[in-house]
Protein backbone atom coordinates (compact mmCIF):
# COMPACT_ATOMS: atom_id res chain seq x y z
CA UNK A 1 0.00 0.00 0.00
CA UNK A 2 1.67 3.53 -1.24
CA UNK A 3 0.24 6.78 0.28
CA UNK A 4 -0.20 9.71 -1.79
CA UNK A 5 -0.42 12.71 -2.09
CA UNK A 6 -2.06 15.20 -4.80
CA UNK A 7 -1.07 18.33 -5.76
CA UNK A 8 -2.19 20.71 -8.04
CA UNK A 9 -4.46 23.74 -8.63
CA UNK A 10 -7.67 24.04 -6.36
CA UNK A 11 -9.45 24.89 -9.90
CA UNK A 12 -9.58 21.42 -11.10
CA UNK A 13 -11.69 19.74 -8.52
CA UNK A 14 -13.29 17.25 -10.58
CA UNK A 15 -10.28 16.24 -11.78
CA UNK A 16 -8.83 15.57 -7.88
CA UNK A 17 -11.73 13.82 -7.30
CA UNK A 18 -11.49 11.24 -9.78
CA UNK A 19 -7.98 11.10 -9.22
CA UNK A 20 -8.12 10.46 -5.44
CA UNK A 21 -11.54 7.83 -6.36
CA UNK A 22 -9.23 5.73 -8.93
CA UNK A 23 -6.33 6.13 -7.28
CA UNK A 24 -7.95 4.60 -3.53
CA UNK A 25 -9.53 1.86 -5.44
CA UNK A 26 -5.83 1.01 -6.61
CA UNK A 27 -4.87 0.17 -3.11
CA UNK A 28 -3.97 3.32 -2.38
CA UNK A 29 -3.68 5.75 0.49
CA UNK A 30 -4.33 8.99 -1.01
CA UNK A 31 -4.10 12.32 0.86
CA UNK A 32 -5.58 15.75 -0.90
CA UNK A 33 -7.29 18.96 -0.42
CA UNK A 34 -9.50 19.80 2.29
CA UNK A 35 -11.23 22.14 0.09
CA UNK A 36 -11.39 24.22 -3.44
CA UNK A 37 -11.01 27.59 -2.80
CA UNK A 38 -11.19 28.29 -7.11
CA UNK A 39 -13.54 26.19 -7.44
CA UNK A 40 -15.54 27.09 -4.64
CA UNK A 41 -15.23 30.52 -4.98
CA UNK A 42 -14.25 30.72 -1.26
CA UNK A 43 -11.94 33.00 -0.04
CA UNK A 44 -8.79 32.48 2.44
CA UNK A 45 -7.13 35.15 4.05
CA UNK A 46 -2.68 35.08 3.88
CA UNK A 47 -2.65 33.61 7.12
CA UNK A 48 -4.71 30.56 5.87
CA UNK A 49 -2.42 30.25 2.58
CA UNK A 50 0.55 29.70 5.08
CA UNK A 51 -0.45 27.32 6.96
CA UNK A 52 -2.19 25.30 3.88
CA UNK A 53 1.29 25.51 2.42
CA UNK A 54 2.79 24.35 5.58
CA UNK A 55 -0.01 21.44 5.70
CA UNK A 56 0.60 20.40 2.67
CA UNK A 57 4.06 20.04 2.59
CA UNK A 58 3.82 17.71 5.59
CA UNK A 59 1.34 15.59 3.56
CA UNK A 60 4.46 15.76 0.96
CA UNK A 61 6.62 14.23 3.45
CA UNK A 62 4.36 11.65 4.38
CA UNK A 63 3.94 10.55 1.42
CA UNK A 64 5.73 7.56 -0.88
CA UNK A 65 4.80 9.49 -3.80
CA UNK A 66 3.14 12.77 -5.02
CA UNK A 67 0.40 12.69 -8.00
CA UNK A 68 0.61 16.21 -9.53
CA UNK A 69 -3.31 17.27 -11.08
CA UNK A 70 -1.85 19.04 -14.34
CA UNK A 71 -5.22 19.29 -16.52
CA UNK A 72 -4.20 20.51 -20.15
CA UNK A 73 -0.50 20.50 -18.92
CA UNK A 74 -1.36 23.63 -16.45
CA UNK A 75 1.03 23.65 -13.27
CA UNK A 76 0.98 27.11 -11.45
CA UNK A 77 3.31 28.62 -8.91
CA UNK A 78 2.22 26.51 -5.94
CA UNK A 79 2.52 23.80 -7.70
CA UNK A 80 5.63 23.98 -9.25
CA UNK A 81 7.22 24.78 -5.72
CA UNK A 82 5.71 21.29 -4.48
CA UNK A 83 6.74 19.11 -6.83
CA UNK A 84 10.37 20.84 -6.23
CA UNK A 85 10.03 20.35 -2.83
CA UNK A 86 9.28 16.60 -3.42
CA UNK A 87 12.01 16.12 -5.88
CA UNK A 88 14.09 17.67 -3.51
CA UNK A 89 13.04 14.59 -1.23
CA UNK A 90 13.15 12.16 -3.39
CA UNK A 91 9.28 11.35 -3.64
CA UNK A 92 8.54 10.01 -7.19
CA UNK A 93 6.24 11.97 -9.41
CA UNK A 94 3.47 11.09 -11.48
CA UNK A 95 1.27 13.32 -14.08
CA UNK A 96 -2.53 13.20 -14.11
CA UNK A 97 -1.73 14.81 -18.11
CA UNK A 98 0.41 11.21 -18.74
CA UNK A 99 -2.35 8.91 -16.69
CA UNK A 100 -5.47 10.57 -17.32
CA UNK A 101 -6.50 8.21 -20.44
CA UNK A 102 -6.52 5.32 -17.33
CA UNK A 103 -7.64 7.39 -14.76
CA UNK A 104 -10.88 8.27 -16.57
CA UNK A 105 -11.39 4.88 -17.48
CA UNK A 106 -11.30 3.34 -14.34
CA UNK A 107 -12.99 5.94 -12.42
CA UNK A 108 -15.81 4.75 -11.10
CA UNK A 109 -17.77 8.79 -10.80
CA UNK A 110 -17.51 9.15 -14.33
Not at 49 to 64: G, N, P, Q, R, T
Not at 74 to 81: C, D, K, L, R, V
Request: charged share 30%; net charge negative; with cysteine.
Amino acid sequence: MKVITLCGSTKFKKEFRMAEATLTLQGNIVLSLGFFEQSEGITITQEQVKLFKEMHYKKIDMADEIFVVDEKGYIGESTASEIEYARKNGKPIRYWSEEKEVIEENCPLV
